[in-house]
């Protein structure tokens, strides 16, 4: 057995036992470790990280489901938005897209200010929020496809940038979390889907790397399970200071990926598997 298996899934393990209560599946703060430990060549690491949300998310919603939290109208309205978003941005990263650096110092330029008002300067609890209003909901929809086609671009669900965003905006991290997650777990197979299908018509390392994705999914599988099991234990506080840490760290990750010359993002040795 490869060592980079029991690697990663003790690894997807760890991160999603952090990351699920705060409605953001791991994804983006994975594709690092893929890169530069594990060795999975570009752009395959991204189907993989689509391939780790699919599998991996699942624990978690069956954990919110068993508690009778699952489907919110907000899961629906994130839905609607980041679905179509997501093949687009599959399209986008395999016929023009080989670097993305505007698109990712735009994504920290958001989560890097948000992050830092949700872990430090935003504890007083929101008041009570009504349903929001359709013009509301056209916003959050429209938010959601642009979501969406980052998500696609970069392999990741979304999750990471909607769930500060919802936050600000006065929505509940107990509201968010599934409703991010269950659009992470759709946008994600959605994606992966539109890769291999990419694949037949291109070829090269497009597919991702099913073993490894394997062992990704498992370590993932239960840890968004008992991540989502502690996020009933947290206080709402608490919540918001784990996401702002989150969003920090992930526009942190994107800040580095925009920076570093093109050549770090494939290592040379790195074969396609």
Sequence with gaps: MPWEWPVGALCAFLLTVVTTPAGVSGAV??????????HVPSPA??????????????GGLMRFWRERRLFNDLTWLLV?????????????????LSRGSAFTLVAAGVLLPLGLWLALGSQRLPPPRPSPSPRGRRVIWVLSIVVG?????????????LAPILLALGFSAYEVAPATLTATLLTSIAGITTYLALQATHGGAISPDWALAAFLCAGGF???????????????????????????????????????PPSSQRPAHAAPR
């Design 45 to 58: 690491v991204t189907p993989t990280n689509l391939l780790f949300n699919v599998g991996s998310v699942p």
């Design 149 to 161: 086609t980052v998500g696609g671009i970069y392999g990741i669900g979304g999750g990471s940038l």
């Design 222 to 260: 239960a840890g968004s399970y008992l991540g989502a099991r502690l996020q009933r234990h947290l206080p709402e506080r608490a919540l918001r200071r784990l996401l702002g840490l989150i969003a920090c760290l992930v526009a942190a990750r994107y800040i580095q990926t925009a920076i570093q």
């Design 29 to 38: 703060l994975l594709l690092p470790i893929q890169l530069s430990i594990l």
């Design 80 to 96: 609607a938005g980041t679905l179509p978003g997501v093949v687009a941005g599959a399209i986008i990263r395999v016929e023009w």
